[in-house]
């Protein structure tokens, strides 16, 4: 499934919002490259708490394994309710 130019758009548009150029085309080099029109790129969210600043070798660890066994690991950090 490709994406439509008006959908890249929009996504390029929000990622420049929230980073700089230099974030932005990384991360769009990453994940354009990620997908192929017949097997799309298969991701990992994570969401991690404050606590796990005191474990970064295990999460490095997993975030390692993850993308060793072909996921592109997403890691999304408080997140959870206040």
Known sequence: MQSSPRLTDTITRLLYSIG???????????????????????????????AALDHLDDLALTLSFLYSVGLHPVVLHGAGPQ
């Open 20 to 50: 700089t150029k230099r974030e932005v085309e990384s991360y769009l080099r990453i994940f354009s490259a990620s997908s192929h029109p017949g097997e799309p790129a298969k991701f990992a969210v994570i969401k991690i708490g404050g």
